[in-house]
Every structure is written in C-alpha cells, then in structure tokens.
Nanobody, 120 residues
Framework: QVQLVESGGGLVQAGGSLGLSCAAS????????MAWYHQAPGKQRELVAT???????NYADSVKGRFTISRDNAKNTVYLQMNSLKPEDTAVYYC??????????????WGKGTLVTVSS
C-alpha cells in the first residue's frame, strides 16, 4: 500500500514563503506523475501543479511565477516552494501520486493534506 505524507504547512503572512514536501513510501514501482492540489474552505479541490517523472511541469494560472514544483525520484519525494503568498492561497494542500499497477494502469494515491494559512 502506497502512503503519501505531507509536511511543511503552517501560518505565514502575505508576501511570505513556505515550502511543502511529500514523501511516498510502499510503492513496488517507480512513481509516475506527482502533483499538488489545494482545497479552500467551501470550494472544490483544484490542481496547483504537476511534475512528470522526467521533470516536466505544469502550473495553474493562479500560481505561475510564484510556486515551483520539484521532485527527487531517488527519495520518492515531491516539493512545492510557494513564494509571494496571497491570502487566497489559504487552503489544505494535498499531494497526489500516480503509481503503476500490475494491471497496466496508474492508480491515484493521496496524502491526508497539510493546512496553509496566509494572513493579510
């Protein structure tokens, strides 16, 4: 069973920076794409950024130029560096990993989330 454990959330003032990390364990196969999502109170979960195993990245328009996603394949860990934080970035941030299965398709795994609060 694959487990994802996020860390690094907390309280930060607007304009500040925060770094998140997510470590995956228990996978028999190399992890494919990894991603960060966030869910603000009363809203649906939204994609923040993705990164392939080869390092290709994509970002939501709302975080382009401010957030950077990266990963360490040897450690099965994905990171999210968040700069110039805004109050609207306040949300629970979830880590996602797509892990190959013996059935030939990827299975989605999720972390439990870490809360990021940006004060104005």
């Amino acid at each position: 069973q694959v487990q994802l454990v996020e860390s690094g959330g907390g309280l930060v003032q607007a304009g500040g920076s925060l770094g998140l990390s997510c470590a995956a364990s228990g996978s028999r196969f190399s992890i494919n794409a990894m991603a960060w999502y966030h869910q603000a109170p009363g809203k649906q979960r939204e994609l923040v950024a993705t990164i392939t195993r080869g390092g290709s990245t994509n970002y939501a328009d709302s975080v382009k130029g401010r957030f950077t996603i990266s990963r360490d394949n040897a450690k099965n860990t994905v990171y999210l560096q968040m700069n110039s934080l805004k109050p609207e970035d306040t949300a629970v941030y979830y880590c996602n990993a797509k892990v190959p299965s013996p059935l030939g398709y990827d299975i989605n795994y999720w972390g439990k989330g870490t809360l990021v609060t940006v004060s104005s």
